[in-house]
């Protein structure tokens, strides 16, 4: 069973205090958060307008950036990936780089390739599909 593949992870570093150590240190800390890498995801609240942060471990395909829209295992979608359906403009920062980025969500023709990219970084995210009746996203961002 997948949940027996689960890597027990720290905990230490999470949320809002996350986000402010990554902007203050330009990612000195908390660009690598369990042995992988985070970027900081910043969309627009659908129904309020206002800017909204999530750190998110990240892969690379190309020019683009992916992140896992997981939720843990989840049966709803996170809040940031509802988000980018409704506006799919966004900016991410990568250590101290800041880019705008244009999001969507990868096919289902591609989305097994970059699942494996995901993966290979961060295995859980198997463990977390296994928890849920719900199609986990990939997320492409693009830089714009």
Known sequence: MAESNYKS???T???EEHIRAYRETNGEVGYIWNGVP???LTVT???TGRKHTSALIFGR???????VASYGGAPKHPLWYLNLQADPTAEIQVKGDRLG???RTASATEKPRLWQIMVNDWPNYDVYQSRTDRDIPI???SPT
């Open 139 to 141: 997320v492409v961002l």
């Open 45 to 47: 609240g659908r129904r």
């Open 61 to 67: 395909d190309g020019d683009d950036y992916l992140v």
């Open 101 to 103: 980025v244009t999001a």
């Open 13 to 15: 570093l999470l949320g």
């Open 9 to 11: 992870t720290d905990l």
């Open 38 to 40: 985070t970027l900081l």
